[in-house]
């Protein structure tokens, strides 16, 4: 492990009654690559530099955003930065 260029987790949990999966990639740079998912959804994730960014589907914005207040117009768009 010590002279790993890289690290990857990958999984599944339920957490409040949602399906959650993870599959990321993270090197020793900080660089990041991955998925992840809630309830059958999915997003792409991206980190470059100290920047990272998110695409998802239309159900994964609107399960990650689900009770918070927001509208359908409030719905990020293609790589979404976070």
Wanted: proline letters at 2%; charged letters at 25%.
């Amino acid at each position: 492990m010590k002279g790993a260029q890289s690290i990857r987790m990958a999984g599944e949990f339920t957490s409040e009654g949602e399906q959650t999966s993870i599959d990321i990639a993270v090197d020793t740079n900080g660089s990041c690559t991955g998925t992840m998912g809630i309830d059958g959804s999915k997003a792409d994730l991206l980190r470059v530099s100290k920047m990272m960014y998110m695409k998802g589907d239309e159900k994964f914005w609107r399960a990650s955003m689900e009770g918070d207040g927001t509208s359908k117009a409030d719905t990020p768009r293609p790589w979404s930065s976070c």
